[in-house]
């Protein structure tokens, strides 16, 4: 048998593989965008033919070094180590996608960038001084450059779609920008702060979901972070028209998408103001 003559080794059939070569990484989040992509189920299917997954622990053992065409990241830096890491996940990756409210904003854990953190450590672990951690939950993109940000918690499955479709083929996602008050629109949704003044987030909340919540009467409450066109000094005082407080103002600007600079800014805002107009404190 001639050299030609012999069958590829595992090793020759990877390099054989033209593929496109995806990985999917994990850092501080609940897991909950990457479960979003093995939910496309039937989708998945004929996508997993025209890419390999090189790397992505949730789904598979598979763990090739790279370097890997397509990154999806979720997740928020909250460690030296997860800094470290993203170091390198930038590094092997062609193009970044940071995926879910974590990758794109710091996620609900951002929560921390507006408290004590050396207070949380030791409220909660019983020898603090083992954990170790940064003060902030950070974006992706306070790390690395980012090559695209898919929003969301959890993110959409078309969405997410999209985008892996749109790498693929050497073109721009097509994720629209604008508000959920377009899709309330499009589903006949009665406006509720209009007609019921019910407080709703959805003029400065990026679309992804289809304005699930107005439709079932229930404001939006910002899940996919802010869009585009945020004008929250101007939207603020709607709010306060509805019944909302200063204090129920900053709250529903920090759940998942707290460190979104327009929600972080228009809620720190808020907040001093309620300071300043309470005084100096009296000591007891």
Known sequence: MTTD??????????????????AVWKFASCDGCQLTLLDCEDELLPLAGQLRIAYFREATSTADPGPYDLSLVDGSITT??????????????????????CATAGGIQALRNFADVAEFRAAVYASSEYIDTLDESAAISRHVPVDFELRGCPIDRGQLLEVITAFL???????????????????????????????????????????????????????????????????????????MTDTDVVRVLRTFNAAAPEFAQAS?????TRRDAAGPREEP
Do not use: W
Not at 81 to 96: G, N, Y
């Open 169 to 243: 083929t050497g073109r721009r996602p097509d994720i629209p920008d604008h508000s959920v008050c377009f899709p309330c629109k499009r589903r006949g949704t009665v406006c509720l702060p209009v007609a019921k003044g019910v407080p709703c987030l959805g003029p400065v909340t990026h679309d992804g979901c289809g304005a699930l919540c107005p439709s079932y009467g229930r404001g939006c409450y910002g899940c996919f972070g802010p869009s585009g066109s945020t004008n929250l000094p101007a939207f603020i005082p709607l709010l306060r028209r509805d019944g």
């Open 5 to 22: 003559d012999r069958a590829p080794g595992p090793g020759s059939r990877r390099r054989a593989d033209h593929r496109p070569t995806l």
């Open 80 to 101: 030296p180590q997860d800094a470290a890491r993203i170091q390198h996940v930038r590094a092997v990756s062609r193009h970044l996608v940071t995926i879910g409210a």
């Open 268 to 272: 720190t805002e808020l907040e001093h």
